[in-house]
């Protein structure tokens, strides 16, 4: 495995040199979830620290005696009665994308007293069986959850449809993110993350090419 995670870390270099963009540009994320703990620890006992998980069960069970290790990603869809348990271990939200999980989010920060870096999830080939709000709705939601909720969005995310070609798709969700001042994209996964890099991706989600098939 660390043989297959210092392939993806050259890959993402090279990557990062051809977009004339700095080194520290891009930061992986190893796709963890669903992943049996022999094939995870040799990528963390490699160095990997950034993992990104489906499931807020499966995460807390997998990871709290290592917490204080990794930083933690929320990658899969969220429900609002998960929203504190997600609000209290993830450093990232990856995945918000509507207005109630908005309010949900906002009001367990509050008791909380701690906030995850959150992303706005846009569904950038408006398909009806995928999370995310549509790039028409982008700008209203990313006022709506500042202004109404008093939530800071880091970055956006998205996932494009798996038969297209992803670089419009990439750069779309990066000129979103231009005009609504957002720093961060959490685009492409291992068949396209170099395109992403291209397109400004700040964040890859790597998981088939890591560990192999689930």
Not at 167 to 188: C, E, K, Q, T, Y
Request: hydrophobic residues 45%; aromatic residues 6%; proline residues 6%.
């Amino acid at each position: 495995m660390s043989e297959a995670l210092n392939s993806i870390r050259s890959r993402i270099a090279a990557a990062v040199e051809a977009a004339g963009r700095p080194a520290d540009a891009v930061q992986l994320v190893a796709v963890s979830k669903l992943q049996p703990w022999e094939h995870i620890a040799p990528v963390f006992d490699a160095g990997q620290r950034v993992f990104g998980e489906n499931r807020v069960q499966e995460a807390k069970e997998r990871w709290t005696p290592l917490r204080e290790q990794i930083e933690l990603r929320l990658i899969g869809p969220l429900q609002t009665n998960k929203a504190r348990d997600a609000a209290g271990l993830f450093d990232v939200i990856e995945t918000l994308d509507r207005e109630k999980l908005a309010r949900v989010l906002a009001d367990e920060i509050q008791a909380l007293g701690k906030a995850p870096r959150l992303y706005v999830q846009v569904n950038t080939g408006e398909e009806p069986q995928k999370a995310g709000v549509t790039p028409g709705e982008a700008d209203a939601f990313v006022a709506t959850c500042r202004g109404t909720y008093g939530l800071t969005i880091e970055g956006l995310m998205c996932i494009p449809p798996a038969d297209k070609d992803p670089a419009p798709h990439f750069r779309l969700l990066a000129d979103i993110a231009a005009r609504n001042g957002v720093a961060r994209l959490s685009m492409g996964m291992s068949d396209d993350f170099e395109t992403a890099i291209a397109c400004g991706a700040t964040s890859v989600r790597v998981g088939s090419a890591l560990f192999g098939a689930r």
